[in-house]
């Protein structure tokens, strides 16, 4: 398989995509039919939107621990 090389800006936007995807499986957690976010919640959010801050692509990326309340 031949691999090619990437722009920046497309690593950061399959950062960007993968980081979404992760948020997304958390959204259940902000409905309001279910009991409050915790605060280890709300931080895993949070350190998730905050991911491309520190991190411009995969090759580097550290995800953040899902809680596990």
């Known amino acids: 398989m031949i691999e090619m090389a990437h722009t920046a800006e497309e690593k950061l936007e399959h ?3 993968l980081r ?3 948020l997304s499986e958390t959204d259940y957690w902000t ?3 279910t009991p409050e976010m915790t605060q280890a919640q709300i931080d895993y959010r949070q350190a998730l939107r905050d991911i491309t ?3 411009t692509s995969l090759d580097d990326v550290v ?3 899902a809680p596990t309340e």
């Open 20 to 22: 979404n995807l992760r």
């Open 15 to 17: 950062l960007r995509v």
């Open 53 to 55: 801050k520190s991190y």
């Open 63 to 65: 995800w953040p621990s």
């Open 31 to 33: 409905l309001s039919d």
